[in-house]
């Protein structure tokens, strides 16, 4: 459990890095996302799972 929260923990480290640092470009980031389809958004939504897991895997191995 608490290996679980410290990957949490980094996650939203890593997720507002952006915000901090430039948050006009982290809101256009999003205005372009918003527009962009479905399918195209569940297509980015895999890929990124699988690097993750790639990423999991390498570490650990």
């Keep these: 459990m608490e290996f679980l929260l410290s990957v949490v923990g980094v996650v939203l480290i890593v997720e507002g ?32 799972m699988l690097a993750g897991l790639l990423v999991v895997y390498l570490g650990v191995g």
């Design 17 to 48: 890095v952006p915000w901090f640092l430039s948050p006009g470009s982290a809101k256009k980031a999003l205005r372009q996302l918003a527009i962009l389809p479905e399918s195209s958004l569940r297509i980015l939504g895999a890929l990124l």
